[in-house]
């Protein structure tokens, strides 16, 4: 079964300060890993879309790399407005059309 | 690109009415779209998959006859939760794909429908 698990589950950061954001997968055999950002009382926002292992993508202060196992969320010098909740989610070949999502990393940078 | 239009954004009815839901992608063809539910601090609960002609799948645990889903067209999805209650409150998000069925693209979601049974 395809599992996706999202640590930490909160984190709270000042601004400039950099972090990482981690998700560990299972999947039987990966289609894609999808990152996305999601604000209170909002639908989820497109990031980042992995294929395979190595692959790295960036977007202003987000930079989203691979593993086999699990995918890192880098944000660099973050601002106030990079609070949101960050969402990981799998697409695997045994699961069709679904994705499945993480529980969610909520991040909160102070001014 | 890739926008998805949900609409209403905020629905507050009395018990026992039904809410018609709708999903719209702006910019392009929809092969796939998908209904999601979400609850406070909580991820997405898939509710169901639908393809633009056909009969949506529904995820186990899902009534059929409560959540009617209805995929009329390549930019079109609607949702009604039939006799809604205050338990069917919640978060509805829907989302919008392209391209084939088992591909790797990802979905586009709308902004979320906030329903509340009084």
């Known amino acids: 079964e395809d599992q996706v698990t999202q640590s930490p589950e909160a984190l709270r950061l000042q601004e400039g300060e950099s972090s990482s954001l981690n998700c560990s997968y299972t999947?039987?055999?990966?289609?894609?890993l999808f990152w996305y950002r999601q604000d209170p009382g909002k639908g989820p926002e497109f990031l980042f879309t992995l294929y395979s292992a190595g692959e790295e993508k960036e977007k202003e202060r987000l930079k989203a790399t691979l593993t086999k196992k699990e995918s890192f969320l880098h944000i660099t010098a973050p601002k106030p407005e990079d609070s949101a909740t960050y969402l990981c989610a799998v697409k695997g070949y045994s699961s069709a059309s679904k994705i499945i999502f993480g529980s969610g990393t909520r991040l909160s940078i102070r001014p | 690109g890739a926008v998805v239009s949900q609409h209403p954004s905020w629905v507050i009815c009395k018990s026992g009415t039904s809410v018609k839901i709708e999903c719209r992608s702006l910019?392009?063809?929809?092969?796939?779209m998908f209904w999601y539910r979400q609850f406070p601090k909580q991820s997405l609960m898939l509710m169901a998959t639908?393809?633009?002609?056909?009969?949506?799948?529904?995820e186990q645990g899902v009534e059929k006859d409560k959540f009617l889903i209805n995929h009329a067209s390549l930019t079109l999805s609607t949702l009604t939760v039939t006799s809604a209650h205050p338990e069917d409150s919640s978060f509805y998000i829907c989302s919008a794909s392209w391209g084939q069925l088992d591909g790797n693209q990802p979905q586009h979601f709308g902004d979320g429908t906030r329903l509340s049974i009084l």
């Open positions: 910019d392009f063809q929809a092969t796939t």
């Open positions: 999947v039987s055999g990966l289609r894609g």
């Open positions: 639908s393809n633009e002609g056909s009969k949506a799948t529904y």
